[in-house]
């Protein structure tokens, strides 16, 4: 314990920002989103303790104030789902919508697959009952990886 309390009086804004870094490694890793806040709060730490010079305890209250304050500021303000524009390109199910294909075998009931731009899907009928094998379809949508088609 010694040897990090001379640590830190010696360099104390490079213990906050190795702090930092250290969070954020772990961030990045784990993705979770909450150490992103913990990390910038304590780069903030390390600015304010190389221009202030504040004892520890101030300086651990403030890594915890400028935490809780981040966290719960972007939880509260950021989105918590990122949604990708319409038309995104890597969304290679839904990018099916209005192309053309076959029904590789006949359905049963209103379920079957389709053979769609060089692959084989899961389908469902979105109208009608019955589609026999070599049908001509179009995809009207898509629900999961399941995609809706019709006759054409």
């Given at each position: 314990m010694d040897m990090i309390a001379g640590i830190y009086s010696a360099q104390p804004f490079w213990v906050w920002a190795g702090l930092a870094a250290a969070?954020?490694?772990i961030e990045v890793v784990t993705g979770s989103g909450w150490l992103l806040w913990a990390s910038a709060s304590a780069a903030a730490t390390a600015a304010v303790v190389g221009v202030l010079d504040p004892s520890v305890p101030t300086a651990l209250l403030v890594?915890?104030?400028?935490?809780?304050?981040?966290t719960l500021l972007a939880h509260r303000y950021l989105p918590r789902q990122a949604t990708a524009p319409d038309g995104d390109i890597n969304d290679n199910v839904a990018r099916l919508v209005g192309h053309r294909g076959a029904a590789v075998k006949a359905f049963a009931g209103r379920a079957g697959?389709?053979?769609?731009?060089g692959k084989e899907w899961a389908a469902e009928l979105d109208d009608g009952d019955a589609l026999e094998a070599g049908a001509s379809v179009e995809v009207v949508g898509v629900d999961g990886s399941r995609l809706k088609v019709r006759r054409t």
């Open positions: 969070l954020l490694a890594f915890a104030l400028l935490t809780i304050v981040s697959r389709v053979f769609i731009d």
